[in-house]
């Protein structure tokens, strides 16, 4: 969600703060902001909109210092504008949050009975107009922040910053990540590894409930008892942390080419050097107790969830339940014994998967996550913790870590059934070749690309587009129509193809586009059947397709994509692509911002 950046060191902290808020842009944001401490003085710059306004205030109004705090805010509590974005101030503090204060309003309650009133709409300035208060009445800056931590509930990751204190920030994290670099004679606080990247290799990342005090030389920090805590320094590739377009024109334009890179990286982690067997980390997983699979996520990764209980069922016949998060997290099922409880997010920490998570921690048999950060709390807080090895993905909307994270599942689901004995060791071989072979396969889809920029061109005419799809192609329905419609802006949904009759059949008309993907596979001709009535009420079909299928159901076509042709089970990863591209192009024919859209962070870490 928002970017948090702190900065002690012995330059000038503002280009240091902007550039790595310029790194944090992918997770979303509305509104920007520092502020530095210079000569002792305390002062702050801010803006609404891209980074871009925040650099031209800075233009006009420099802000100088060797200490400072920045933030990217995506709005929670009142709108975006100059006097809601961050870093806040109330007396000689200065605050920037990630999270939600929950009793913010019984918070400001109590102080308006003291006098002090707000001048914002956030729950930010709460945090800050507490701790102003407790050194108005005699406290230290740190048992200022102490005593305010005590009283906050929610999620927050907090970075505080003092008038009169040049070496000094104070950090607290519960529920949201926050990280602490650490250099020579300089020492750095951020939300994530990518933001800390150019400035340090060496990161600790605080523990739920820690708090951390930072100066130039030294780094303290304290667990939720007030405890001193060691907590380990780990070392971070700074290859993980670059971040360029190489020659695209967007993030998302980046990642889509790279699938076939980063699934053969995911192949050989998995497969090996041989790439007859599967090998997973840590000892692996024991299947054979395991009578149930509980999937929880959010978003596409829930999507790939779905696309996993069809492999998990079908090729290990174990019972699966896919959830999204939010609602298994409150609706608190049972957990029986024997259950594998697996959660999937790119980021590692999503807010309401981390807290499912949680809910199963002393009920499931074994909790494993599937994730794109190694070091996230989601990763550490599980039994094994399975990289999907995507790399850094800037683009708002999921397709490098979609695909990786469905290749993982794959692959998971294919070490279920043999353990479980349910898939011949001439099956097994088969698909492990078929995914050896994957990535040369995504090489050659991606030459659907001219053809899904042609159709955008008339897709983004479009005020609706359906999208249809049965058995694995069910859920990549589902993926196809959220990408269509948070980054082109289209009204975009999908059903089950069977369930077209029982109600969307409705909506056809010549208007609108039906996206239908349908490989020929044991299911193609009752697809067909269906896309058959599409046509019959004037719906304009894109059928994607294999070269087998798109020669059996060629009359009434309006447009169509040919995809090679693979093992049905390697379908879901396949048809991903095409499905990204038509968003894509689609978006770009719009003018949207792709790589960023409107109302939507990279990684959600409030509810």
Same mark, same amino acid.
């Given at each position: ?147 305010t931590l005590d009283r906050l509930e929610g999620a927050f990751a907090l970075l505080f910053l003092f008038d009169g204190e040049e070496d000094l920030m104070i950090a607290a994290r519960k529920g949201s990540p926050l990280a602490i670099g650490h250099g020579d004679g300089e020492n750095y606080v951020g939300s994530d590894a990518l933001a800390l990247g150019p400035l340090t290799d060496k990161i600790t990342y ?205 692959? /998971? #689901? @294919? %070490?279920? =059934?043999?353990?479980?004995?349910? $898939? !011949?060791?001439?099956?097994? *071989?088969?698909?492990? &070749? ?41 859920? /990549? #329905? @589902? %993926?196809? =129509?959220?990408?269509?419609?948070? $980054? !082109?802006?289209?009204?975009? *949904?999908?059903?089950? &193809? ?16 039906v996206v239908v993907m349908a490989p020929r596979d044991a299911l193609f001709e009752k697809t067909v059947s269906n896309m058959q009535e599409v046509m019959a009420r004037g719906g304009r079909v894109v059928l994607i397709s294999d070269h087998a299928g798109l020669e059996a159901a060629q009359d009434g076509i309006w447009r169509s994509i040919e995809m090679p042709m693979v093992d049905p089970v390697l379908t ?36």
């Amino acid at each position: 969600m928002c970017g948090i950046i702190g900065y002690l060191g012995n330059h000038e902290a503002s280009p240091f703060l902007v550039e790595a808020l310029k790194r944090l842009e992918y997770r979303g944001y509305d509104s920007s902001g520092i502020a530095t401490i210079n000569n002792g003085v305390l002062d702050r710059r801010r803006a609404v909109g891209k980074l871009v306004n925040l650099s031209d205030v800075l233009v006009h109004a420099p802000l100088p210092g060797k200490s400072g705090i920045g933030h990217t805010r995506w709005a929670t509590h009142g709108e975006p504008s100059e006097v809601n974005a961050h870093p806040h101030r109330a007396g000689k503090v200065a605050v920037v949050h990630n999270g939600i204060i929950e009793n913010f309003r019984e918070l400001r309650a109590e102080l308006s009975q003291k006098g002090l009133v707000p001048v914002s709409e956030t729950d930010t300035e709460t945090v800050a107009m507490l701790t102003a208060l407790h050194i108005q009445e005699g406290l230290s800056p740190v048992d200022a922040v102490r005593k305010t931590l005590d009283r906050l509930e929610g999620a927050f990751a907090l970075l505080f910053l003092f008038d009169g204190e040049e070496d000094l920030m104070i950090a607290a994290r519960k529920g949201s990540p926050l990280a602490i670099g650490h250099g020579d004679g300089e020492n750095y606080v951020g939300s994530d590894a990518l933001a800390l990247g150019p400035l340090t290799d060496k990161i600790t990342y605080l523990e739920e409930g820690d708090w951390a005090v930072v100066t130039r030389h030294s780094i303290t920090i304290f667990d939720r008892e007030g405890n001193v805590a060691n907590r380990e320094m780990r070392r971070v590739s700074l290859d993980r942390t670059q971040v360029d377009k190489a020659g695209h024109k967007h993030f998302m334009a980046k990642e889509i080419a790279e699938q076939p890179q980063v699934i053969a990286e995911a192949v050989k982690h998995y497969l090996g050097q041989s790439g007859h067997s599967i090998t997973l980390p840590d000892g692996g997983l024991d299947f054979t107790g395991i009578d149930r699979l509980v999937m929880v996520a959010c978003g596409t990764a829930y999507y790939a969830c779905l696309t996993a209980k069809y492999w998990f069922e079908q090729l290990a016949r174990l019972p699966v339940e896919v959830d999204v998060a939010s609602e298994f997290r409150y609706r608190e099922p049972p957990v029986t014994e024997g259950t594998l409880a697996l959660f999937v997010s790119q980021s590692g920490e999503t807010a309401d998967t981390l807290a499912a998570l949680r809910y199963c921690r002393d009920k499931a048999e074994r909790i494993v996550s599937v994730v794109n950060v190694p070091e996230s709390s989601i990763a550490r807080e599980s039994d094994l913790a399975l990289p999907i090895l995507a790399g850094t993905e800037i683009g708002v909307a999921s397709t490098k870590a979609f695909s990786c994270q469905l290749t993982v599942l794959l692959i /998971l #689901a @294919l %070490e279920a =059934a043999r353990q479980k004995g349910r $898939i !011949s060791e001439e099956r097994l *071989e088969s698909l492990l &070749s078929a995914l050896r072979g994957l990535p040369a396969t995504l090489g050659n889809a991606l030459e659907t690309d001219t053809m899904a920029e042609a159709l955008s061109l008339e897709l983004a005419e479009a005020q609706d587009i359906l999208f249809l799809g049965r058995g694995l192609m069910y859920p /990549l #329905a @589902l %993926e196809g =129509a959220l990408k269509m419609k948070e $980054i !082109s802006y289209i009204h975009a *949904e999908a059903y089950a &193809s069977g369930e077209l009759k029982h109600g969307p059949i409705a909506l056809i008309d010549k208007h609108v586009p039906v996206v239908v993907m349908a490989p020929r596979d044991a299911l193609f001709e009752k697809t067909v059947s269906n896309m058959q009535e599409v046509m019959a009420r004037g719906g304009r079909v894109v059928l994607i397709s294999d070269h087998a299928g798109l020669e059996a159901a060629q009359d009434g076509i309006w447009r169509s994509i040919e995809m090679p042709m693979v093992d049905p089970v390697l379908t879901p990863i396949l048809y991903a692509l095409p499905a990204q591209l038509m968003a894509y192009h689609t978006a770009v024919a719009k003018g949207t911002d792709v790589d960023q859209p409107r109302n939507l962070a990279k990684s959600v870490t409030v509810e």
